[in-house]
């Protein structure tokens, strides 16, 4: 299960716990905000070739967030060109099975109520998604 030739697959979890909050991450030296601010995204990390995309997405979860999650629903792979590469990035809807999430100096993370995602400035990458869930 390989992803498209010549792009660089990126997975990507709109991670929700039970109460309706969803993970956001900000990460240092990312895109910024017209007031020098990281923009937010929702939790991404590489794939691997030898994996599929939903073992990918559950192996990030367990790595760097802390989580063991249940992948609910993907989605068709969105192409970005990024610094003249092509990235395609497959976002997943995942509930949380176990595990709690711990801060790092690289990323900064936050549970947030789904109806204040509108509260944040999102990447290029994810506001077409931020767009389709609030009006979903």
């Not at 990390?45 to 629903?73: C, I, K, N, Y």
């Not at 497959?90 to 936050?110: A, K, M, Q």
């Not at 509260?119 to 290029?124: A, G, N, R, S």
């Amino acid at each position: 299960m390989g992803h498209r030739k010549g792009s660089q697959l990126v997975v990507a979890g709109i991670v929700e716990r039970s109460d309706n909050h969803i993970l956001i991450s900000r990460v240092a030296n990312d895109v910024q905000t017209s007031d020098g601010q990281s923009c937010w995204q929702f939790p991404r990390g590489l794939a691997t070739h030898d994996e599929s995309p939903e073992q990918s997405m559950r192996r990030f979860a367990s790595e760097e967030l802390g989580l063991v999650v249940e992948v609910v629903t993907g989605q068709p792979p969105l192409i970005e060109e990024i610094d003249g590469q092509r990235i395609e990035v497959r976002y997943f809807f995942c509930g949380v099975i176990s595990g709690e999430v711990s801060e790092t100096t690289e990323n900064h993370l936050r549970w947030i109520p789904k109806t204040h995602l509108r509260e944040y400035d999102f990447d290029v990458a994810s506001g077409p998604v931020v767009k389709w869930m609030l009006e979903g």
